[in-house]
């Protein structure tokens, strides 16, 4: 059974810092993977979107990686601004049964201080 | 057309009140999903629907019943819910795997619908 982590939990950064959200997966057997970003009480924000066959795509301040073979994906951030706190989830799409039971990550809590 | 829109974005009710949350998409996905979130956690599956054929059943009590009246819309229509009940609650669309258009692989989120069971 896919299991997705995502470490930090939580990260408290000043504004102006880089940093690097980690996401780990059981099975490398996966169709994409995706980055989305959730404000407190709204839906889920796609950001970035990586096929099996990738490695990396980039969007803005936004990198994200995949290392399929080690069952990992970094989200990294550049340059952080406050309007980036927000709650970071990774999800997994299978690769069997048609791809519909992606499984999400607990998420990562960002907080970004002025 | 990009957006997954969800109807009402708050909802009360009491525990015997039957009502139904909506959502609609026009990007011609052909999977549509209901999750349920709670705070400070993950989304939880709860349905898939693909080509409007209810295709996943994640063992959610019969309260909550889905329908796939067509290709753009989804409902989630609820009946005797219990105060625990009380969630965000999600609907997404996606293309499935093997689908000819492009940017066909997104998962789509609405902004979901807040339910207070009473």
């Known amino acids: 059974k896919q299991e997705v982590t995502q470490i930090p939990a939580a990260l408290s950064v000043p504004e102006g810092e880089n940093l690097v959200l980690n996401c780990s997966f059981t099975?490398?057997?996966?169709?994409?993977l995706q980055w989305f970003r959730q404000d407190p009480g709204k839906g889920l924000t796609s950001l970035l979107l990586?096929?099996?066959?990738?490695r990396e795509q980039t969007s803005g301040r936004l990198n994200a990686s995949l290392d399929k073979s080690s069952g990992r994906s970094t989200l990294y951030i550049a340059a952080s601004q406050p309007g980036d706190s927000a709650t970071y989830l990774c999800?997994?799409?299978?690769?069997?049964?048609?791809?519909?039971?992606?499984?999400f990550g607990p998420g990562t809590r960002l907080s970004v201080l002025p | 057309d990009t957006e997954v829109t969800q109807t009402p974005k708050h909802l009360v009710m009491g525990m015997t009140n039957k009502k139904s949350l909506k959502c609609e998409q026009h990007?011609?996905?052909?999977?549509m999903y209901w999750y349920k979130q709670k705070a400070k956690k993950p989304p939880e599956l709860m349905f898939v629907?693909?080509?409007?054929?209810?295709?996943i059943n994640e063992s959610v009590p019969s309260r909550f019943s889905p329908e796939c009246p067509n290709s753009s819309l989804l409902n989630l229509h609820l009946h005797a819910l219990q105060p625990e009940d009380s969630a965000l609650y999600l609907c997404?669309?996606?293309?499935?795997?093997?689908?000819?258009?492009?940017?066909?692989?997104?998962?789509?989120f609405g902004a979901g619908s807040r339910l207070t069971v009473l």
């Open positions: 997404a669309s996606s293309q499935l795997p093997g689908h000819l258009t492009s940017g066909a692989n997104v998962l789509t």
């Open positions: 099975d490398s057997a996966i169709y994409n």
């Open positions: 990586i096929q099996s066959s990738q």
């Open positions: 999800a997994v799409r299978p690769g069997e049964n048609y791809g519909q039971n992606f499984v």
């Open positions: 990007m011609g996905h052909r999977a």
């Open positions: 629907y693909s080509y409007e054929k209810l295709s």
